[in-house]
């Protein structure tokens, strides 16, 4: 072997080896109790949402139960804003799309109310 070959090899055989050690700390987790005033709190957040919940679904089974005539007749959207202007229509394909876009906002709402619902 040639010197610098040697030289290598001696550096090699210096370098000190290094090696891994895993520790396990027997922590315990501390879990924090939130304060009574934030659990009472959670508690109010979750009737809320709850009633809204029901109130939805209340609003969504009504409108299931309601029916358009089959003459065409037998339904008329009424809307009324604040101002007190009016629109009125018997429109059976109008009367039939306000209900559908009606019946998916309340099923939108429906399911964004109960992603929120935690415990």
């Known amino acids: 072997m040639n010197n610098a070959a040697k030289k290598l090899d001696a550096?090699?055989?210096?370098?000190p080896k290094t090696s891994l050690e895993v520790v396990k700390k027997d922590e315990k987790e501390v879990v924090e109790v939130p304060s009574l005033e934030k659990r009472i709190q959670k508690v109010e957040d979750l009737s809320m949402l709850i009633e809204?919940?029901?109130?939805?679904t209340e609003t969504r089974r009504n409108l299931q139960t309601f029916s358009l005539g089959a003459d065409?007749?037998?339904?008329?959207?009424?809307?009324?804003?604040?101002s007190g202007k009016e629109f009125k229509t018997s429109n059976?394909?109008?009367v039939s799309a306000v209900m559908e876009e009606i019946k998916t906002t309340l099923d939108e709402r429906i399911k964004e109310v109960e992603t929120q619902i935690k415990f």
């Open 72 to 82: 065409g007749l037998g339904a008329t959207v009424f809307l009324r804003d604040a």
């Open 92 to 94: 059976t394909p109008v």
């Open 52 to 56: 809204k919940w029901r109130k939805l």
């Open 11 to 15: 550096e090699i055989v210096e370098q």
